[in-house]
């Protein structure tokens, strides 16, 4: 099995950055998609975003688009979420997520197709606030 650790996660102030990395335990990594999602309290989880082995990005969330940074290595087997310009609203539990439906979206929607064969990580805190 594929065992994703996230990494990163704490406190930020408004307006500030922070880079979560998720790291995977087996050398198949390169075979899946790589996004993240978040879950809020109270909230549904959401897709954010999904990298594909060559680089193509997904976006499913439209807020992050311009604030957020995904990267993946395929050799380390790890992955990165760069998160810049944070807002209270952006508090939540963010998790890593290896797709095996790689980045694909579900018809007429923005959000990602998920899987049973998908792989998710704990989940790291990210807790925006002044």
């Known amino acids: 099995q594929l065992r994703l650790v996230e990494s990163g996660g704490g406190l930020v102030q408004p307006g500030g950055s922070l880079k979560l990395s998720c790291a995977a335990s087996?050398?198949?990594?390169?075979?899946?998609?790589v996004g993240w999602f978040r879950q809020a309290p109270g909230k549904e989880r959401e897709g954010l975003l999904c990298?594909?082995?060559?680089?193509?990005?997904?976006y499913y969330e439209e807020s992050v688009k311009d604030r957020f940074v995904i990267t993946r290595d395929n050799i380390e087997n790890t992955a990165t979420l760069q998160m810049n310009s944070l807002r209270p609203e952006d508090t939540a539990v963010y998790f890593c997520?290896?797709?095996?439906?790689?980045?694909?979206?579900?018809?007429?929607?923005?959000?990602?197709?998920?899987?049973?064969?998908?792989?998710w990580g704990q989940g790291t805190q990210v807790t925006v606030s002044s």
């Open positions: 997520v290896a797709f095996d439906r790689k980045c694909a979206i579900v018809p007429g929607t923005s959000r990602p197709i998920e899987s049973p064969y998908d792989y």
């Open positions: 087996k050398f198949t990594w390169g075979y899946y998609g």
């Open positions: 990298i594909s082995r060559s680089g193509d990005i997904t």
